[in-house]
């Protein structure tokens, strides 16, 4: 008897000790149980977790309480929503991304993840949720509850990813059944205005012990994104995370930064990874059939609906769209169907951006890279080894150098068909060259390390079509002077004021003027004062202002400066070549332009060029009366390594930055790992916090503020301390 109590009493005792599941909300509490966060005297959060998931949690937190809206809208518009908050004119762009994943197939993917990525995923989303739940006050535009899905649709970090490169006007022209040759005054449009636009891209620089004063590496993590971007951030678990970097809004790795051992910097590449393929599709018995080899291949079919906002209700707009093995059908080419093929492995995708975060060396990272995910980015890195190293792409497919992918290929000819990837010893990588330094600013790899760089013939083309730049040309000269660096000297070289750019294009109108001669007192002292610049941006330079309206006009007028570099020419270069007449009219024009806008061309450059934050929203307003930085950096276009973008706004005449400079940092590895940081603006959307502004002057000088990245360093300079949810 007492046999049979026993057995009846263990089930229930084992029940009674087994835990209870916890509503979302207990979850939400428990996790931030876990968390505290400490907030240094510029605003910085660093997380510390017991675990990844926990750090990951206070992480997402932290960015919603510096810039939900950005947190908010990379979500919206990844996963196809934007419409709903933009109106009817965003309703392709989120068409191209269900095209190719929609919500039943991200959440498939996240099914397949291992159970430590869910873990993260699910800390994702009940971090951002856990934030809306404490904060009533705000409300989300779109989504009210964040899903652990959802970060399968922004999974590599870079700027909107490799589906931005994909123009959501062919879309609309194939799945609108408008006439497809809008895309081709789009596609002019559009080369047009990057000619003009500040180049959007990122400078990494690695230097070995033999270039630094400690004997030690150094890394330089400059990217060139908008502004506001990025946020800066520190996460720490007790499971072996400790990383301090920029993390794009919404994502829950550090995108380009460091850890104690190693540090990482993407900078985008030009590295082929998309391609398109034109598929001989034909109509049987209602459904679309496309050829491929000696079969004939059903096309897949989607049927989704798609909402956007109209006025103040939803409406809904029903599609079919099209898949062949090779991708989603994304345009047309006369009557053509043509299918566009990525990269798009999300879950991989994932491992690979937060496993980057924990790694110790070149070797550990060298293994990871064998992961192939990272499609849009060449990667510069340091480590506490002394080791610095250069990977030039990573996702690189294999291809029949039969055919010509630079163009659309043949999608019925099984031998067009990717022939997996390049492995990472294929590909182009450096280590510790014998210049002891490793540049890319968005450059060709190939004058990555000078002479000991990669040769360009021993690569097939896809793999590096890159060209050389004027960014990439001053890396070169200043590191090719440098030497006993230390930290502030690595910040110098970065914010060094020379544009090679005006090398170029100003003895060009030099010797113009000397073979033509206009006589205008105007012209000729503007002329003077250009024959005596060094090439070197100020505030207080005049010749500046000149240059910069003479540059843009010069482009506008005659074409791309960069097609003026030797490297760049082929015998499909158009390389400019103005006649004296025509030039000392480009800057006749210029002086003119500047007369009316700024009352004389005779303008300090600081006067015209100024960085200024009179809101947190994503789309800011510019007003020349309202009080402004003055701001000496010039844009990258003339080879600024420091690049400040800058332009005007409705109702302006001034110009404002918007992209360039964003978050950057020197790292130094040693025995402890030294950094110093600044960051556009500062760490806070709120205008009313003291981190709205508080690094601007900062960063127009140059004078970065010290990196805490040790735990006794933050509770120095701690500010505030808190848990999620608990903050006063």
């Given at each position: 008897?007492?046999?049979r109590?026993?057995?009846?009493?263990?089930?229930?005792?084992?029940?009674?000790?087994?835990?209870?599941?916890?509503s979302?909300s207990?979850?939400?509490?428990?996790?931030?149980?876990?968390v505290?966060?400490?907030?240094?005297?510029?605003?910085?959060?660093?997380i510390?977790?017991?675990?990844d998931?926990?750090?990951?949690?206070?992480?997402?937190?932290?960015?919603c309480?510096?810039?939900?809206r950005?947190?908010?809208?990379n979500?919206?518009?990844?996963?196809?929503?934007?419409?709903?908050l933009e109106?009817?004119?965003?309703?392709?762009?989120?068409?191209?991304?269900n095209?190719?994943?929609?919500e039943a197939?991200a959440?498939?993917?996240?099914?397949?993840?291992?159970d430590?990525?869910?873990?993260?995923?699910?800390a994702?989303a009940?971090?951002?949720?856990?934030?809306?739940?404490?904060?009533?006050e705000?409300k989300?535009?779109?989504?009210?509850?964040?899903?652990p899905w959802?970060?399968?649709?922004?999974?590599?970090?870079s700027?909107g990813?490799d589906?931005?490169?994909?123009?959501?006007?062919?879309?609309?022209a194939?799945?609108?059944?408008?006439?497809?040759d809008?895309?081709?005054q789009?596609e002019?449009?559009?080369?047009?205005?990057?000619?003009?636009?500040?180049?959007?891209?990122?400078?990494g620089i690695?230097?070995?012990?033999?270039m630094t004063?400690?004997?030690?590496?150094?890394?330089?993590?400059?990217p060139?994104?908008?502004?506001y971007f990025?946020?800066?951030?520190?996460?720490?678990?007790?499971?072996g995370l400790?990383?301090y970097?920029?993390?794009?809004?919404?994502q829950f790795?550090v995108?380009?930064?460091?850890?104690?051992?190693?540090?990482?910097?993407h900078t985008?590449?030009?590295?082929?990874?998309?391609?398109?393929?034109?598929?001989?599709?034909?109509?049987?018995d209602g459904?679309?059939e496309y050829q491929y080899?000696?079969?004939?291949?059903?096309?897949?079919?989607f049927?989704?609906?798609?909402k956007y906002?109209?006025?103040?209700?939803?409406?809904?707009?029903?599609?079919?769209?099209?898949?062949?093995?090779h991708g989603?059908i994304?345009?047309q080419?006369d009557?053509?169907w043509?299918?566009?093929?990525i990269n798009?492995?999300?879950?991989?995708?994932?491992?690979?951006?937060?496993?980057?975060?924990?790694?110790?060396n070149?070797?550990?990272?060298?293994?990871?890279?064998?992961?192939r995910?990272?499609s849009?980015?060449?990667?510069?890195i340091?480590?506490?080894d002394?080791?610095?190293?250069?990977?030039?792409?990573?996702?690189i497919?294999?291809?029949?150098?039969?055919?010509?992918?630079s163009e659309?290929?043949?999608?019925?000819d099984p031998?067009?068909?990717w022939?997996g990837?390049?492995t990472?010893?294929?590909s182009?990588?450096i280590l510790?060259?014998g210049t002891?330094?490793?540049?890319?600013?968005?450059s060709t790899?190939f004058?990555a390390?000078?002479?000991?760089?990669?040769?360009?013939?021993?690569?097939?083309?896809?793999?590096?079509?890159?060209?050389?730049?004027?960014?990439?040309?001053?890396?070169?000269k200043?590191?090719n002077e440098a030497s006993?660096?230390t930290?502030?000297?690595?910040?110098?070289l970065?914010?060094?004021?020379?544009l090679?750019a005006?090398e170029?294009?100003i003895?060009?109108?030099?010797?113009?003027?000397?073979?033509?001669?206009?006589?205008?007192?105007?012209?000729?002292e503007?002329?003077k004062?250009?024959?005596?610049?060094?090439?070197?941006t100020?505030?207080?330079?005049?010749?500046?202002?000149?240059?910069h309206?003479?540059?843009?006009?010069f482009m506008r007028n005659?074409?791309?400066?960069?097609?003026?570099?030797?490297f760049?020419?082929?015998?499909?270069t158009?390389?400019p070549?103005?006649?004296?007449?025509?030039?000392l009219?480009?800057?006749?024009?210029?002086?003119?332009?500047m007369?009316a806008d700024?009352?004389?061309?005779?303008?300090?450059?600081s006067?015209?060029n100024?960085?200024?934050?009179?809101t947190?929203?994503i789309?800011?307003?510019f007003d020349?009366?309202?009080?402004?930085?003055?701001v000496?950096?010039?844009?990258g276009?003339?080879?600024?390594?420091?690049a400040?973008g800058a332009?005007t706004y409705p109702?302006?005449?001034?110009?404002?930055?918007?992209?360039?400079?964003?978050?950057?940092?020197a790292?130094e590895f040693?025995?402890?790992?030294?950094?110093k940081?600044i960051l556009?603006?500062g760490?806070?959307?709120?205008?009313?916090?003291?981190?709205?502004?508080?690094?601007?002057?900062?960063?127009v000088?140059?004078?970065?503020?010290?990196v805490?990245?040790?735990?006794?360093?933050?509770?120095?300079?701690a500010?505030e301390r808190?848990?999620?949810?608990?903050r006063?």
């Open positions: 008897m007492k046999f109590l026993l057995l009846f009493v263990l089930p229930v005792l084992i029940w009674s000790c087994e835990p209870k599941e916890l979302e207990e979850r939400w509490e428990d996790t931030a149980s876990r505290e966060i400490l907030r240094d005297d510029y605003g910085i959060p660093h510390y977790g017991k675990s998931a926990d750090a990951v949690f206070g992480l997402l937190y932290a960015q309480e510096d810039d939900f950005r947190v908010e809208r979500y919206i518009w990844a996963t196809g929503r934007l419409a709903e109106g009817q004119e965003s309703i392709y762009s989120d068409l191209r991304a095209l190719y994943m929609t197939e959440k498939a993917a996240y099914e397949t993840a291992p430590w990525l869910k873990g993260l995923c699910v994702f009940d971090g951002v949720n856990y934030y809306l739940a404490t904060h009533p705000v989300p535009q779109v989504i009210t509850h964040y899903e959802m970060p399968m649709f922004f999974s590599e970090g700027i990813g589906i931005e490169q994909i123009p959501t006007r062919g879309i609309q194939f799945y609108a059944e408008k006439e497809p809008v895309m081709a789009y002019k449009e559009m080369v047009y205005e990057a000619l003009l636009d500040e180049p959007k891209g990122s400078n690695a230097v070995n012990g033999k004063a400690s004997g030690n590496a150094m890394l330089l993590i400059n060139h994104t908008s502004f990025r946020p800066e951030v520190h996460v720490v678990s007790e499971e400790n990383a970097g920029a993390v794009t809004w919404g790795f995108y380009q930064g460091f850890n104690e051992k190693t540090g990482w910097m985008s590449t030009q590295v082929d990874f998309i391609d398109e393929f034109v598929e001989e599709v034909s109509e049987k459904k679309y080899g000696d079969e004939s291949r059903a096309v897949e079919e049927q989704i609906s798609l906002k109209a006025g103040e209700e939803l409406k809904e707009i029903p599609f079919t769209f099209y898949r062949t093995h989603p994304t345009h080419i009557d053509k043509v299918a566009t093929k798009w492995d999300p879950v991989n995708a994932l491992i690979q951006s937060f496993t980057r975060t924990k790694l110790s070149h070797t550990e990272f060298k293994k990871m890279m064998d992961i995910t990272n849009s980015n060449n990667t510069v340091a480590d506490a002394g080791n610095i190293a250069y990977f030039h792409g990573n996702f497919p294999k291809r029949n150098e039969g055919f010509d992918f659309p290929v043949d999608g019925s031998n067009s068909d022939q990837l390049h990472v010893d294929e182009i990588m510790n060259p002891g330094w490793i540049q890319n600013c968005n790899p004058t390390a000078a002479e000991f760089s990669p040769k360009r013939e021993d690569y097939p083309f896809y793999m590096a079509p890159d060209q050389e730049n004027y960014r990439g040309i001053h890396a070169m200043v590191l006993e660096l930290l502030d000297g690595l910040i110098d970065a914010y060094d004021p020379y090679p005006f170029k294009i003895p060009m109108l030099l010797k113009a003027h000397e073979k033509k001669g206009i006589a205008d007192p105007q012209f000729t503007a002329i004062i250009l024959e005596a610049w060094d090439y070197r100020s505030k207080e330079s005049v010749a500046m202002s000149l240059a309206f003479l540059g843009m006009n005659h074409g791309n400066i960069n097609n003026l570099i030797s760049n020419t082929d015998e499909n158009t390389i070549n103005p006649s004296p007449t025509e030039l009219s480009t800057f006749s024009q210029t002086l003119e332009e007369n700024f009352g004389t061309w005779n303008t300090p450059w006067e015209i100024r960085f200024q934050r009179l947190g929203e789309d800011m307003p020349d009366s309202k009080e402004y930085t003055p000496g950096m010039a844009s276009t003339w080879g600024a390594l420091a400040f332009k109702g302006t005449k001034r110009l404002y930055g918007y992209r360039g400079n964003s978050f950057v940092a790292v040693g025995e402890k790992v030294k950094a940081s556009a603006g760490q806070s959307s709120d205008p009313n916090s003291p981190h709205f502004y508080d690094q601007t002057q900062g960063y000088d140059g004078e970065f503020k010290d805490a990245f040790y735990r006794e360093d933050v509770e120095a300079r500010a808190y848990v999620p949810g608990k006063e």
